[in-house]
């Protein structure tokens, strides 16, 4: 996929701690999009290391850091940049391959300084975030936007476009104009405050439903796997520290109000059973303490971003076109490896749709081979509830599904399709 008016340079900077094993299954993901102008740039670890050693070597760029600090994990990365665009990702978050071309569509026909697409949840169909505004309390207003063509939305006084660090795309110049990445915010507001310090300098941001990422939601420091927090400590100290860096608001009614927030959270967790009674309380006590050390916390200063002296280190496109199988549910595992051994083979994108005769919900992954997985019911009906049924032939499923995300997966691109068929139904 081209966008018109020339192709920009993009820097891909991913920054990883303590998760090799989904950094891995990311730039996996990466290597395999759609973009003739890209390098790739991980900040990490030494998990990170070991994993750009087995997956990216020769193609990735590694930046050594381990402290827990993402903005400074950023900055870093933006620092060894040699892209007209730094584009971000999470270590656990899988493009579409078109990610990159829809971002630079967006950037330049809407002559924009910053970008951020759709992030869809660890099922892959939901959206985790989509196109919101974000203003000077840390408050979020969610945009709705009809069809799926990029816009530069229009900004009431005191708001910015959102842009969400695990699917956002910014010019490197407009980077170093507002000093990067805050590094006073070592996890939580930093895309917050960088929105609004780009909206005032003038930055038309876009937002670009196409330009589409699948955050997992690995476990870390502050989450376990099934996303119950571990600590609330970075939530208040972010929140304090933005309220710091954007002053002027009611700072007693906002801690009142992010207090009532996380406590509704913690009781929709205790609903659904990944914490328990017991830990409500130790866990809103870690954000008074978060708060209390965000209100005293030094403040330092932005890094001084200056053009890199780093050549262009350009990942070699991969071979264009996306093969595509088909099964049930039974054949699914064969099927899986005969697209693995496709895909290695000649180098091409594979995505395998198996569907079984039930009506549970849809699911799409990508798997750590590397081959986007698409599972479910066939006779599930969308919009029905979770078990919601409706008839439906399999080839009408399968059909459905890969016109659904065609212009993400790069379907729609002539010649792209090379080969579709049913093994063995």
């Given at each position: 996929m081209n966008a018109p008016g020339g192709t920009l340079r993009f820097s891909v900077i991913v920054a990883s701690r303590?998760?090799?094993?989904?950094?891995?299954?990311?730039?996996?993901?990466?290597r395999q999009l759609d973009h003739s102008a890209f390098e790739v740039i991980v900040v990490g670890d030494e998990a990170a290391r070991s994993a750009v050693d087995e997956v990216g070597a020769g193609w990735v760029r590694f930046v050594a850091f381990d402290e827990p600090n993402l903005s400074a994990a950023r900055n870093l990365g933006i620092s060894a940049s040699a892209g007209e665009i730094c584009a971000f990702l999470d270590d656990d978050a899988i493009p579409e391959p078109t990610w990159l071309a829809h971002h630079q569509e967006a950037l330049i026909t809407?002559?924009?300084?910053?970008?951020?697409?759709?992030?869809r949840g660890p099922d892959g169909i939901g959206f985790q975030s989509r196109a919101a505004l974000v203003d000077h309390e840390a408050e979020t207003h969610e945009l709705a936007l009809i069809g799926d063509n990029p816009c530069v939305p229009e900004l009431p006084s005191g708001r910015a476009v959102k842009l969400v660090g695990t699917n956002m795309a910014v010019r490197r110049d407009a980077l170093a104009a507002v000093g990067g990445f805050d590094p006073a915010y070592r996890y939580f507001l930093d895309d917050a405050d960088i929105s609004l310090r780009l909206r005032l300098a003038g930055c038309k941001a876009a937002v670009v439903p196409l330009a589409e990422v699948h955050h997992a939601l690995a476990a870390s420091d502050l989450r376990m796997r099934n996303r119950a927090p571990k600590t609330l400590h970075e939530t208040g100290r972010s929140t304090a520290i933005f309220l710091r860096r954007h002053p002027g608001a009611d700072l007693g009614a906002i801690r009142a109000r992010v207090a009532s927030r996380e406590w509704r959270r913690l009781e929709r967790a205790l609903a659904k059973g990944t914490i328990e009674p017991r830990d409500m309380n130790r866990l809103m006590t870690t954000l008074e303490e978060g708060w209390e050390d965000g209100q005293s916390a030094l403040l330092p200063d932005r890094p001084d971003l200056a053009e890199s002296s780093e050549r262009f280190h350009r990942v070699a496109p991969w071979p264009p076109g996306h093969?595509?199988?088909?099964?049930?549910?039974?054949?699914?595992?064969?099927?899986?490896?005969?697209?693995?051994?496709?895909?290695?083979?000649?180098?091409?994108?594979?995505?395998v749709f198996s569907y079984s005769l039930t009506s549970w919900p849809h699911l799409v992954r990508y798997t750590e081979d590397g081959v986007w997985l698409h599972t479910g019911g066939q006779f599930h009906g969308k919009g029905l509830g979770l078990h919601g049924f409706r008839w439906c032939r399999f080839a009408s499923c399968v059909d459905d599904e890969i016109a659904r995300v065609a212009n993400r997966r790069g379907f729609n691109d002539a010649g792209s399709l090379l080969w579709a068929g049913a093994a063995n139904l």
């Open positions: 303590r998760r090799g094993r989904s950094l891995k299954r990311t730039l996996r993901a990466v809407r002559e924009a300084a910053a970008s951020v697409g759709y992030v093969g595509v199988l088909t099964s049930r549910f039974f054949r699914r595992k064969a099927v899986l490896a005969q697209a693995t051994e496709e895909m290695n083979a000649v180098g091409r994108r594979m995505s």
